[in-house]
């Protein structure tokens, strides 16, 4: 009840999301086999009831020009003028960070300081960051290894797939404290014993 009540005041509508798909994991795992379809419906529709009522829920009025804000800057930053070893690879470590910003940016001219605003851009989300910094190889190779300590590791899976759904409008790699609690467990999940990985998964 508290973590509830502490997401509606905060006005989030990631953080509305996460409570949603956690409660709807956490049901998950508690219920009978011939239940689970019925609550995989009640999960879908309360989505879309979520989306519908997302403004009044968190009290913004225009909280979708966030959603739509997000997507333009993939086209503003990946699908436009980027050749196909930068498209792959990315434009190096930093690209896309608040700390690049608050390093490189002139807040008086409203610009950046030589190396541009295809370096120098808050990327406002995970995969976008991945992509600008180490392209397409990077973003697979990131998630990949959440997808397989979400394999490896039951025990954390809803933390797992919480991180990946937040990372979708949070840059997970500068949320500190988050970024660290994130790597201990990755370390913990990869250190889990093959027998124990086949008796509890």
Not at 97 to 109: F, I, S
Not at 144 to 151: C, E, I, T
Request: glycine share 8%; with cysteine; charged share 10%.
């Amino acid at each position: 009840m508290i973590v509830c009540i502490l997401v509606f005041l905060s006005g989030s509508a990631t953080a509305l999301l996460l409570l949603l798909f956690a409660s709807v994991a956490a049901l998950w795992t508690k219920i009978d086999n011939r239940y689970r379809k019925w609550l995989l419906c009640g999960g879908i529709a309360g989505s879309v009831l979520f989306f519908w009522l997302l403004p009044h829920l968190t009290g913004r009025a225009v909280i979708y020009h966030s959603l739509w804000g997000r997507l333009s800057l993939y086209k503003q930053y990946i699908f436009t003028g980027s050749e196909w070893l930068e498209f792959m690879l990315g434009r190096g470590l930093g690209s896309g960070t608040n700390t690049a910003v608050n390093l490189l940016m002139d807040w008086q001219d409203s610009a950046s300081q030589g190396v541009g605003n295809r370096v120098v851009f808050i990327a406002d989300s995970t995969p976008l960051m991945l992509i600008s910094q180490a392209g397409f190889v990077g973003l697979f190779l990131v998630y990949g290894l959440l997808f397989l300590a979400v394999r490896n590791d039951s025990q954390f899976r809803i933390f797992y797939f919480s991180i990946i759904l937040a990372s979708l409008t949070v840059n997970i790699t500068e949320f500190s404290p988050v970024n660290f609690i994130l790597g201990l467990l990755l370390a913990r999940s990869f250190s889990i014993p093959k027998k124990l990985i086949m008796q509890t998964g």
